[in-house]
């Protein structure tokens, strides 16, 4: 892993903890800048690229922003585990719990995810 390369939860934990640590008013400035200024994005540039080159003004948001700009647009997941949830619950098995529904979809994924 690189040195800018940051893993979504720790990006979010930051922002959590924010409030509580010292730090924040340093975020809360970098932000009141970011919300003041008058920035623009050219048809022909990608934002994920706009916030790798205002990463230097704006650590901290374009951090947060390239973990959100990493979400895959793809519906193919949801439509996988939909379909798959209307197999475990099909007529034979209608008694089952949504606990142990969601479980049975966990360790499907999971092992999948292993592949």
């Known amino acids: 892993m690189r040195k800018d390369d940051y893993l979504q939860e720790d990006v979010m934990q930051k922002f959590a903890l924010a409030s509580q640590d010292d730090s924040s008013e340093d975020d809360e400035d970098e932000i009141e800048r970011y919300a003041k200024a008058k920035l623009v994005i050219s048809n022909e ?6 916030w790798k080159k205002w990463s230097m003004n704006y650590p901290t948001l374009s951090v947060l922003a390239r973990s959100l700009l990493d979400i895959s647009a793809s519906s193919c997941t949801s439509e996988r585990i939909f379909s798959a949830t209307g197999r475990i619950s099909e007529e034979r098995r209608q008694n089952l719990g949504d606990d142990i529904v969601d479980k049975i979809l966990f360790i499907i994924n ?5 592949l």
């Open 45 to 50: 540039e990608f934002v994920s690229q706009w």
């Open 110 to 114: 999971f092992k999948k995810s292993l």
